[in-house]
């Protein structure tokens, strides 16, 4: 439509969750989601973590995950928060859970094991694996595991689109390995002055070597802003 935008792009740009919806069928698309302050804390130096983000960004993670095939955090954040990683708070279906272990830490308890019909995933170096659990036995390579391997390896198995949702060190290691197409940063109207940082990638001497990504925003209820970040 000459002169301006047709009603369809326009939705197009401002629907996060359109990118998503419209990623190809014959290779991954993987979003990463991160909430943190305004000076780009996630926790205090206490290791506080809970409420930095309120309710308009919790509703946004579950949207999230409804609309993905799996969800996928590392063993840090089962130890540390014991997520249940389910569709509560919106409707939809909650997705596979993936956790990555590969030392098995985190053993057979947990509330992301429930049985609620939802696949069970264990991505693990080790033999040993929880009943109910599918394991995903992948090497060690220089002490951890290679992110575009992970991939693969969900992808084979018919989970397509993957929401990497923690912890941070686990982002930043698949966006360092250049594996999240689309990065969802919901930051909060809190300064905490001191703390855990969000991302920690490798460090880049030249800023002509920074990720420039083109970037979205879009204001949520109570003063929060999502940066929909288009990564690759």
């Known amino acids: 439509m000459a002169g301006g935008e047709s009603a369809e792009q326009k939705e197009s740009m401002e629907d996060p969750f359109r990118a998503i919806a419209d990623a190809p069928a014959d290779r991954p698309f993987v979003v990463a989601q991160l909430g943190q302050s305004l000076d780009g804390r996630i926790a205090t130096v206490t290791g506080e973590s809970r409420y930095i983000n309120g309710s308009a960004a919790l509703d946004h993670l579950h949207k999230l995950r409804a609309a993905v095939d799996a969800v996928v955090v590392g063993v840090g954040t089962v130890l540390a928060d014991d997520p249940m990683l389910t569709v509560?708070?919106?409707?939809?279906?909650?997705?596979?859970?993936?956790?990555?272990?590969?030392?098995?830490?985190?053993?057979?308890?947990?509330k992301w094991l429930a049985r609620d019909g939802a696949p069970l995933l264990l991505v693990t170096a080790c033999e040993t694996c929880p009943e109910g659990?599918?394991?995903?036995?992948?090497?060690?390579?220089?002490?951890?595991?290679?992110?575009?391997?992970?991939?693969?390896?969900?992808?084979?198995?018919?989970?397509?689109?993957?929401?990497?949702?923690?912890?941070?060190?686990?982002?930043?290691?698949?966006?360092?390995?250049?594996?999240?197409?689309?990065?969802?940063?919901?930051?909060?109207?809190?300064?905490?002055?001191?703390?855990?940082?969000?991302?920690?990638?490798?460090?880049?001497?030249?800023?002509?070597?920074?990720?420039?990504?083109?970037t979205k925003a879009h204001l949520l209820e109570g003063g929060e802003v999502l940066f929909d970040c288009a990564l690759i």
């Open 88 to 110: 509560r708070r919106v409707a939809g279906k909650s997705p596979a859970r993936v956790v990555i272990d590969p030392r098995g830490r985190a053993g057979a308890q947990g």
């Open 133 to 214: 659990v599918e394991p995903i036995r992948l090497p060690l390579q220089d002490g951890a595991m290679r992110p575009a391997d992970i991939v693969a390896a969900l992808f084979a198995r018919g989970y397509r689109k993957l929401l990497i949702e923690g912890g941070a060190r686990t982002i930043s290691s698949f966006i360092d390995a250049g594996c999240v197409n689309r990065l969802h940063l919901l930051m909060a109207p809190v300064i905490i002055g001191s703390g855990q940082m969000g991302l920690d990638l490798a460090p880049q001497g030249d800023l002509s070597r920074a990720l420039r990504p083109s």
